[in-house]
């Protein structure tokens, strides 16, 4: 079955430090891929997508992901954390081809980033 | 304002009593999708309209759970004979065509079965 795997549920990170979330899909055809945040009380935003092209996408607030296809991955980047960033992640994948052509979730990634 | 509407924001039933949400999309979306999200999980796929058809249900709508959008405007998600495994934050988005941009999220109705 199709599935998206976060394998960090927690990180913890002091202010400048230097972000990467990790994501992984299982599937070998066509995927979009998406990195939504969602930040303490609010609603899923989205934060970068990827569909075609360059592997490498930037997003708001100083986001990046790469699209390694060879690895089915998605990794989330940032150089340097604010304490603004702390919330949850989440990476999504349309999967197509498959059952749905719907967006399927990880589990999420907590980001606590310390003043 | 994300543009997707839901309410109420908070709902709390007593265990066998049905509950109904609604939900507003951006106008110009033709799809709208439900999403439950549980703690320490992301969101699951529920359900999915293009316009006023019912295109997809997830094996976690039990018979329990039924969605409509009667005029390819507005949604509603109703839960009948609530249990407590169906509390749960319930998450409405849309998006526009097939050309999928990315869905843009409600807020949420959190669902709490006592």
């Known amino acids: 079955a199709q599935s998206v795997s976060q394998h960090n549920h927690h990180v913890i990170l002091s202010e400048a430090a230097s972000l990467e979330l990790g994501c992984n899909y299982s599937y070998g055809g066509t995927v979009n891929l998406f990195w939504y945040v969602q930040y303490p009380g609010q609603h899923l935003q989205l934060l970068l997508k990827y569909f075609s092209g360059d592997p490498l996408v930037k997003g708001i607030k100083g986001f990046e992901a790469e699209f390694i296809k060879s690895k089915f991955s998605f990794n989330l980047r940032k150089p340097s954390v604010q304490w603004s960033d702390t919330a949850e992640y989440f990476c999504a994948v349309i999967f197509y081809g498959g059952s749905q052509g719907n967006l399927i979730f990880g589990k999420g990634t907590k980001l606590s980033v310390k003043p | 304002d994300t543009g997707v509407s839901q309410n109420p924001r908070h709902k709390i039933t007593k265990r066998g009593q049905n509950v109904t949400f609604r939900c507003d999309p951006i106008s110009e979306h033709n799809r709208l999708y439900w999403y439950r999200q549980t703690l320490g999980q992301g969101p699951e796929f529920l359900t999915y309209f293009q316009n006023e058809a019912q295109l997809e249900k997830s094996r976690l709508l039990s018979d329990r759970f039924s969605a409509e959008r009667p005029k390819g405007s507005f949604s509603t998600l109703e839960i009948q004979r609530t249990e407590q495994g169906d509390s749960a934050m319930y998450l409405c988005?849309?998006?526009?065509?097939?050309?999928?941009?990315?869905?843009?999220f409600g807020s949420g109705t959190r669902l709490t079965v006592v």
């Open positions: 988005a849309s998006s526009l065509g097939e050309r999928l941009w990315g869905y843009t």
